[in-house]
């Protein structure tokens, strides 16, 4: 279903509740044991949190592009590296992208980064957020290696965040899923561009659903991964209560060559706070996903996120498990 102004997303608990029964929504996901995975007394320099990473799997080895946030507030990009993708992180003696004099788009810092393979350029597109005069804006860098950062710039005009391009172009143009704040509404949109520089064919994607969990914002977790059954998102939505905003994760699941048609959508999130880690933080009851790793030899999926604002920590699947249930949650009119 494409959204469109005036129509409402009704969910049919019926039809739901067998799957939720069989699959067990909220043992979809297990934390890892080891959690968190990565803490700022680990940084090999002073840091007051490392959280919200950028994913991707090179050669043997997992790498993190750790947001990691400084003593002026201000966050930077660090590389992990990690061959099992849990434990004996490496973590570069110094940042590896940071905010610079000679980028006026960044000059109070960079953050929360996605990581998706451009096989036609042979390289990583690595989006993030940049800090602006004018308010947090969606920019890209490429990298083949992870050392050496290629700064394209911005892609979208301030407020934009939670942003990631499908690593493959989609009827001859590149996709990039984005989350504006448009007449103060905090939707999940989806634009086109056929040179990653000049942007069209706005719509909204996921919109919030009013009084739900994801009610107050929704924003693209980690990249869409591509399976046979269509683009899987992971994301994250948000309730406003008398104390804390919670972030929560859910999933939806768009059509392979029409990526704007939503097929599927949880009505229930999958995965929300409630470790130590999670709620005792700079920022509690935040669980924000931003990388994922599907090894298809085991079926296991990783997801890799930040915990309050402070930490880093994972949670495993089996992606069977996943889009099985993920396929019985239709969305309708």
């Known amino acids: ?109 960079i953050e929360d980064p996605r990581i998706v393979w451009l096989d036609e350029e042979r390289s990583y597109a690595v989006t993030y957020v940049s800090f602006t005069p004018g308010g947090p804006t969606v920019s890209l860098a490429k ?27 989609i009827g001859g143009r ?14 999940m949109w989806i634009s086109f561009s056929p040179d990653l520089k000049h942007w069209g064919d706005h719509s909204v994607l996921l919109p919030t659903r009013p009084h739900w969990w994801d009610g107050v914002r929704v924003g693209l977790g980690a990249p869409p991964i591509e399976t046979p059954e269509g683009w899987l998102l992971i994301y994250h939505g948000v309730r406003m209560t008398a104390s804390v905003d919670v972030y929560r994760v859910g999933l939806a699941l768009l059509d392979l060559e029409e990526p704007w048609r939503v097929r599927c959508r949880s009505p229930e999130w999958v995965l929300g706070p409630q ?30 996120y930040g915990a309050g604002d402070h930490y880093v920590a994972a949670a495993t699947a089996r992606m069977r498990d996943v889009l099985d249930y993920v396929l019985q949650c239709p969305v309708e009119k």
């Open 275 to 304: 470790e130590s880690y999670e709620l005792i933080a700079s920022m509690p009851g935040v669980l924000f996903p931003t990388g994922a790793i599907w090894d298809r030899s085991s079926d296991q999926l990783i997801v890799y």
């Open 1 to 109: 279903m494409v959204f469109r102004k005036g129509e409402t997303v009704i969910m049919d608990h019926s039809r739901l509740s067998e799957a939720v029964r069989r699959i067990g929504v909220h043992d979809l996901f297990q934390r890892y044991p080891g959690n968190p995975i990565l803490e700022p007394a680990q940084l090999p320099y002073p840091a007051t949190g490392v959280f919200n990473p950028g994913a991707a799997r090179v050669g043997d080895e997992t790498i993190l592009l750790l947001r990691v946030e400084d003593h002026r507030g201000f966050s930077h990009l660090t590389v992990a590296r990690s061959s099992d993708g849990l434990t004996n992180w490496r973590i570069n003696a110094e940042p590896t992208l940071e905010a610079s004099p000679d980028h006026h788009e960044d000059q109070w810092g």
């Open 143 to 169: 990298t083949r290696d992870f050392r050496d950062f290629q700064r394209v710039g911005r892609l979208m005009p301030p407020e934009d965040k939670d942003a990631s391009l499908l690593p493959r172009r």
């Open 174 to 187: 590149h996709v990039l899923i984005h989350r504006p704040i448009v007449r103060g509404e905090a939707h």
